[in-house]
């Protein structure tokens, strides 16, 4: 069985973003960075060749549209279908991502007690980092214990979870 995948990127605040669709799902939400434009040949308007040889699907549209939301402070939850790939845990920890609030934040251990294995905080690091999905599904809002910044792996690290937080209006320590 062959599936339909479909991308689009489009231009952020933070970055570039990469969207990918799977057979009518989002499956994929890759925060390209700064040095993204050059890395992957895109204009500075933002799409390049890749994304203009595929069909913007109404998906891909309607994601783009509601990230255009989220940064204008418009948009503080989303309304798409996804299909994130993962093992169980994994998914079990982004379904609990996906309840944390705009504005609000949660931290590593909470989010490993919620999943039912409270000693399993650096698993859940390393399932928050593997998250396909950023932003729509929010790992940027998941601190240390303390209100800590820890590591981010989309955009540019670090300073792109400080920009996602302070768009957010959330609380962390530096």
């Known amino acids: 069985m062959t599936s339909s995948v ?3 990127i489009s231009s952020s605040p933070v970055g ?14 890759r925060l390209l960075g700064a040095h993204g434009l050059s890395e992957h040949g895109l204009s500075e308007h933002g799409l390049g060749a890749s994304a203009t040889d595929t069909p913007r ?9 509601q ?7 418009r948009r503080h939850s989303f309304d798409l279908l996804l299909a994130p790939h993962g093992t169980e845990f994994q998914r079990a ?14 931290t590593y251990g909470a989010i490993a007690s919620a999943v039912g294995q409270p000693q399993a905080a650096r698993a859940v690091g390393g399932a928050i980092g593997a998250n396909p999905l950023p932003i729509v599904v929010p790992c940027h809002r998941v601190l240390a214990g303390d209100r800590r910044l820890t590591g981010f792996s989309g955009g540019d690290g670090v300073p792109t979870k400080v920009t996602l937080l302070t768009l957010e209006g959330c609380e962390f320590r530096a």
């Open 6 to 8: 479909h991308f689009l």
């Open 93 to 106: 920890v982004w379904s609990q991502l996906s309840n944390i609030p705009f504005g609000a934040t949660s």
């Open 57 to 65: 699907t109404a998906l891909l549209r309607r994601a783009q549209k």
């Open 67 to 73: 990230l255009t939301e989220y940064f204008a402070g």
């Open 16 to 29: 570039p973003i990469e969207l990918t669709e799977t057979d009518g799902a989002l499956t994929g939400v």
